[in-house]
C-alpha cells in the first residue's frame, strides 16, 4: 500500500510518457525533413491534418472540393456515396502525401536550393497557409469523425490490476487504450524508419544526403528523389499523427496547432536526432504532466502545461545548446 | 499595389447598390479553429432572412440583404468586418465571438448601431441603463451558470451542501465569465467548486481529466469552444466520468462536440435557452422555399441542428426586433437607431412563436430598458447517442436572478464609472 | 533617367552622410512625408483608418522592431506577440494608474518596460543560437499570454480579463476610446511611426548597427574583432523590445480599443510580424515597410476582390484567400528571397540606366 499521493504522481508520470509518444510522433516528421534537407519545416502540423482530412474524405466516400464545384457549376454533389475500408483509405491517403512531397519538392524547394535556413523556414510557412486553404476547401471544414477502430477509453484491464495499491480513493492507474496503441505505433514507426535508414539503399542514400548535400551529389545521388522520399517519409509519419490525434478529438482544423507541441520535443532532443525526438517527447510529456500536477494546478491555478514545455526545453537548451542528441555545433571562424 | 488596393476598393464600395433595404450584417467564422461552431450558427442566420425574402417579400415589404462578412474568430478581421459593414446601414451586429463583442460594445455603440449577443458576450450587458446599444436576451452566461447549479439542486432534491462541482473553461474571457457566478451560488448552496482551465485550443487534456478521475467531484460543468469540447467529451468517457453528471453550456452541447465521441458520448447534458430539433411548420417552410430552392446558405445540411437552430433563432429575434420597430415609427425601411428601439421594445409571446410557426420555440419575453437581458431561462438538454438526437429533459426555468442580479449591477456600475457613462432610463 | 546620381555632389562629409545622400531618394522621401501628413488625415475615412492604414502604421513599428533583431542582428524570435502583450498591458496599467499624464508618454514608457522584459528573455540568446533560440523565444511567448491572462492584477480585476482602453487625449483631441476621429487614431501611430523609422534608421547605420550586422554575419568572428556580444545582442533585444512594445500599446490602446491576450497577442501574432519582415526584406528598414504594408492589405484586398468584386460565397474566399496568400509568399520567395526590399533595389539599379541599359 502507497500513499494515494504517490500513486497519482505515477499515474500523472506514466500518462505524460503516453502524451510524450503523441508528441514525439508529430516531432518525428520535423526530424525527418530537418536531418535531410536542413528546412524547419512549419507545414508539419497542417500535413497531419491534411492527411488525416484526406483519409476521412477518402473513408466517407466525400468528393473533393464539392464546395467549388458546386459553387461553379450549381450542382449539388457531396458524396460519391461509397464507403472505403480503413486499410485502403490509409494506402490511398499515402500516396496522396506521396504526390504532395513530389509536389512540394517539385514547385517548392527545386528552386529554392541553397538559400538560408530563414528563407526555407518561411517557404514552409507559405505551403503551411496554402494547404491549410486547399485542405478546407478541398474537404470542408465542418468536423469529422475518423474511425479506423483504433480502442479508446481507460484500460480496465490495468486499472482493476492496479487498484490494489493504493487505497479507497484509488482505482488503479488510467492508461487510455488510445495511448497504448500510439505507443506501440510510434515504437514500430521508429523501428521501421531507423532500419529503413540503415540498411536500405535508398536510407544510406539519404543518410549520406544528411550528412554533405555537395558529397552526395558527387556519388550520384539524386537529391532531388532523396528529398521527395524524405518529403513523403514526413507526409507518412503526419498521417500516422494525424490519425492518433484525429481519433481522439475528430478531424478539424485545430489538429494543425499539434505542431506547436512538437517544437519544445524538438529544441529538447535535437533538431538532427530520431531517437531524440521519442525521448525528448517523453521528457516534454512527463515535464510538463507532473509540473500540472505537483505546482501548476494546486498553486499556479492551472493551464500551464504550453508555457511549461517551453520553458524546460529553454533551462535545458542553455546547458545543452544542441539539443539532447544533437550534432555538436562546431564553431569556426 | 497599394494604388491597385485603392482602385478595388473604391470599385466595390461604388458597386454596392443604394436601395431601401434591411441589412444585416452577418459576422461569421467558416475557416479556422472555430469554423465547426461557426458553420451552422451562419447557416441558420442566413437561411431565416432568406426565407423571409422568398416567402414574404421581406419584412413589412422592405427586402432583408445580409452581408456576410469572414472573421475567422480573429478579432482584427472583426474589425475590419464591422468597418466594412457598418457604412451600409447595418441594423444590428451578432458576432458571436466574446473577443469581438468586447470589441465592438464601445464602437457600436458609439455609432449608434445595436448589438445583439445572444448568450456569450459581456453579461452585465444585460443593464439596458448603462449599455444602451447591447443587448443579451434572451439568456446570458451567468443565468446559464445559475441554471446548471438549478439543474443540480433539482436532480439532489434542493440539497447539493457539500457536494462537489468541477468547472472545465475554456481559458480567455469567454470561459471565465461564469466564475463568479458560480463561487457567488457556491457560497450560497454549500457546494465546492474547483476550476480547472483549459488553454485554447483544448486539444490536450489529459491533466485536467485525470486531476478530475483524482479528485471525484461530483458534477462537472464546462464552458468550452471548439475542439476543447470534443476532446472534454471524450476524455470525460475515457475515465469514466458518470455522462448525466456532466453538463455543458449552451456552447458546449451541439452535434459536433459529441458525435466524434460516438456512443460514449451517451447521456451527455447541456444547459439551452431555445428548443432543439427541426419538428416545426417553419422548417417545412425552409424546406420548399430555402434549400430545395438552391438558396440554402453553405451546404444545406446544417436544417435543425443545434447551432442552426441558434442562429435561426437570433435572426427571429431580429427579425421581429424590425417589425416592432416599424410599427413605432411608422416607416418601413428602418435605420439603426430604430432598431435599437424596436430592440428594445420587443416583445415575443407564444401566439407570436405560435404564428411564425416555431411554436415552444424559445421563451415568452419582452425586453425593456432596464433588462436587455430577458428573462434568462433554460432548459437542460440530454444527448441520445443510439438516435443521435438532442431532446429535452426538463421545462424551461427561471435561474437565481437574486444572485446574478446584483452581479449585472456592481459589473456594470464599475464598466460606467470606467468609461463615466451617467445612463438612465426615461 | 528617372533616377540617377551624377549631378548630385556632397560638399560637407555631413551631407555625404545623411540618410539619403542621393537627392531623388531624398525628395521622394519628403514627398511621401508630406502626403503621408498632409494629405491623408484630410481624406481618411473610417474603413480606411481602422481596416488597412492604422494597422500597417502599427504593423510596420512592431516589424522595425523584429527586423533590428532578425534582420539586423541575427536573432531570430518568435516572442513578437507575447512582447506586443507587454506593452498593451504596461500602457493599460499606466493609462489607468495614472489617468493625469499624457498617453504619448504612457506609450513610451510602455516600450521601455517592454525593452526591459525582452532584455530578460534575450539572456539566452548567449548561449543558443539559429532555429534552437526561436523556439526558445516562444517560451517567452506562451508564458507571457499565460501571465496576462493568469494574474488578475494586470487587468484590474475584471471579471472576464479583457482590457479597455479608456478615453485618452492628445492636444485636446481623442486618441483612444470609441469616439476618436479616424484621422486622430491615424496621425498618433503615423507620429510614433517616422520617429521610430529615423530612429531605427540612424542607429542601423551607426555604430550600434555596425556591431549588430557584424554578429549577424559571425558572432565569433565579431568577438575577435573586438565587438561585445552581451552588450551588441542585448542591446539589440533591448531596443528590438522597445519598438515592438510600443506598437503592442499602441495596437491595444489606439487601434483595438479592448483586447484579451489569448486572441490578440498569440502565437499567431509572432508569426505574422516574422512573416512581414522575410516578405519585405531581413535587413532593411524600408522591408519593414514594405512586409507590413503586403500582409496587412494583401487579405483585405483579396477579401474585396472576392467577396464584394466577383460575388463568391464568404467561406470559399477566405479559404482561397489562404490558398493565395500561401502561394505567394513562396512564388515571391522563389522569385526573390531576398524580399521586397531587394526587389525595390533591382528596380532602382534598373532606373538608373534606364532607357540605356548598356
Known sequence: MFPDQFLFGVEVLLNGLMAGVLYALVALGFVLIFKASGIFNYAQGVMALFAALTLVGIMDGQVPFSHLINALFGT?????????????????????????????????????????????????????????????????????????????????????????????????????????????????????????????????????????????????????????????????????????????????????????????????????????????????????????????????????????????????????????????????? | MKRLATATVAAVMAAAPVMADLVFPSLSYRTGAYAANGIPFADGYADYFTLLNERDGGIGGVMTRLLECETGYNTEKGV???????????????????????????????????????????????????????????????????????????????????????????????????????????????????????????????????QIRRERPDYVTMWGWGVMNQVAIQEAANIRFPMENFIGVWWSGSENDVLPAGDAADGYKHITFHNLGDDYPIFDDVAKYVVDAGKAAGAGDQVGTVLYNRGFYAAMLAAEAVRKAQEIHGVADITPAM?????????????????????????????????????????????????????LISDFSSPDMSVIQPLIDADSAAFAAENNITGGCN | MLYRESGDFSETYKADSQTFPIKFDRYRYYAVLAFAFLVIPFVINDYWANAVLVPFLIYAIAAIGLNILVGYCGQVSLGTGGFMAVGAYACYKLMTSFPEVSIMIHVVISGGITAAVVTIFGLPSLRIKGFYLAVATLAAQ???????????????????????????????????????????????????????????????????????????????????????????????????????????????????????????????????VLFMIIIGGLGSIFGSFAGAAFMVLLPVLLKNVLVGGLGWDTALAAHLEFVIVGALIIVFLIAEPHGLAQLWRVAKEKLRLWPFPH
Not at chain 1, 251 to 265: D, G, H, M, Y
Not at chain 2, 144 to 172: C, E, F, M, P, Q
Not at chain 2, 364 to 388: I, L, R, Y
Open chain 1, 76 to 333: 449539388d454533389v457531396h458524396h460519391f456515396g461509397w464507403h472505403v475500408p480503413a486499410f485502403a483509405a490509409i494506402l490511398l491517403a499515402m500516396a496522396v502525401m506521396v504526390g504532395l512531397a513530389w509536389m512540394v519538392q517539385h514547385f517548392i524547394f527545386r528552386h529554392l536550393v541553397g538559400q538560408e535556413p530563414i528563407i526555407l523556414f518561411m517557404a514552409t510557412i507559405g505551403l503551411a497557409y496554402f494547404m491549410e486553404g486547399f485542405g478546407d476547401m478541398m474537404w470542408g471544414s465542418d468536423i469529422k469523425k475518423l474511425d479506423v477502430g483504433i480502442p479508446q477509453g481507460g484500460s480496465f484491464w490495468i486499472e482493476e490490476a492496479t487498484a490494489f495499491l493504493g487505497g479507497s480513493n484509488f482505482y488503479g492507474f488510467f492508461i487510455d487504450q488510445l495511448d497504448i496503441v500510439a505507443a506501440v505505433v510510434a515504437v514500430v514507426l521508429v523501428i521501421l524508419l531507423v532500419s529503413f535508414a540503415q540498411y536500405t539503399k535508398q536510407g544510406r542514400a539519404m543518410r549520406a544526403v544528411a550528412d554533405d548535400h555537395q558529397a552526395a551529389l558527387s556519388v550520384g545521388i539524386s537529391l532531388s528523389f532523396i528529398w521527395v522520399l524524405v518529403w513523403s517519409l514526413a507526409g507518412f509519419v503526419a498521417l500516422v499523427a494525424g490519425i492518433m490525434w484525429g481519433a481522439k478529438s475528430g478531424v478539424q482544423f485545430s489538429l494543425s496547432l499539434i505542431a506547436l507541441k512538437a517544437l519544445p520535443v524538438l529544441m529538447l532532443g535535437g533538431f538532427t536526432s530520431i531517437p531524440g525526438a521519442i525521448v525528448g517527447g517523453l521528457i516534454v510529456g512527463v515535464g510538463e504532466k507532473l509540473f500540472e500536477f505537483l505546482i501548476g494546478a494546486p498553486f499556479l491555478g492551472g493551464a500551464t502545461e504550453n508555457w511549461f514545455a517551453y520553458m524546460l526545453a529553454l533551462v535545458f537548451l542553455v546547458f545543452r545548446p544542441q539539443g539532447l542528441f544533437g550534432e555538436k555545433i562546431i564553431e569556426r571562424v
Open chain 2, 339 to 391: 432598431m435599437r428601439d424596436g430592440m428594445e421594445a420587443l416583445e415575443i409571446t407564444e401566439a407570436r412563436m405560435t404564428e411564425l410557426g416555431m411554436p415552444g420555440f424559445g421563451p415568452s419575453f419582452a425586453v425593456s430598458c432596464e433588462n436587455h437581458g430577458g428573462p434568462g431561462t433554460g432548459a437542460v438538454a440530454q444527448w441520445d447517442a443510439s438516435a443521435k438526437k438532442w431532446s
Open chain 3, 142 to 272: 506562451f508564458f507571457l499570454v499565460w501571465l496576462f491572462n493568469r494574474v488578475a492584477w494586470f487587468y484590474n480585476y475584471s471579471a472576464s480579463g479583457q482590457i479597455n482602453a479608456p478615453d485618452r487625449t492628445v492636444f485636446g483631441h481623442l486618441v483612444t476610446g470609441p469616439n476618436t476621429e479616424a484621422w486622430a487614431k491615424y496621425m498618433i501611430c503615423l507620429v510614433f511611426l517616422t520617429v521610430a523609422g529615423i530612429l531605427a534608421r540612424n542607429m542601423t547605420r551607426g555604430a550600434l548597427g555596425r556591431k549588430w550586422s557584424a554578429i549577424r554575419d559571425m558572432d565569433i568572428a565579431a568577438e575577435i574583432i573586438g565587438v561585445n556580444p552581451l552588450t551588441a545582442k542585448l542591446s539589440a533585444f533591448a531596443i528590438s523590445g522597445f519598438f515592438i512594445g510600443i506598437s503592442g500599446a499602441l495596437f491595444f490602446s489606439v487601434y483595438l480599443g479592448a483586447a484579451e491576450v489569448g486572441e490578440v497577442f498569440g502565437i499567431q501574432k509572432s508569426f505574422l
Open chain 2, 80 to 210: 475590419e468586418c464591422y468597418e466594412a459593414t457598418k457604412g451600409e446601414g447595418s441594423l444590428v451586429y451578432q458576432p458571436l465571438s466574446t473577443g469581438i463583442t468586447y470589441q465592438l460594445i464601445p464602437k457600436a455603440t458609439a455609432d449608434g448601431i445595436p448589438m445583439h449577443t445572444m448568450g456569450y458576450g459581456r453579461t452585465s450587458a444585460a443593464n439596458g441603463k448603462v449599455f444602451s446599444n447591447v443587448f443579451n436576451y434572451p439568456a446570458n452566461y451567468w443565468n446559464g451558470a445559475s441554471l446548471v447549479v438549478n439543474h443540480l439542486l433539482d436532480i439532489n432534491g434542493g440539497d447539493i451542501k457539500g457536494k462537489t462541482l468541477a468547472l472545465v473553461y475554456h481559458n480567455s474571457a469567454y470561459g471565465k465569465e461564469p466564475i463568479p457566478t458560480l463561487e457567488a451560488l457556491a457560497a450560497k448552496h454549500g457546494f465546492n467548486l474547483s476550476l480547472l482551465a483549459v488553454d485554447h485550443p483544448g486539444q490536450e487534456q489529459k491533466s485536467q481529466w485525470l
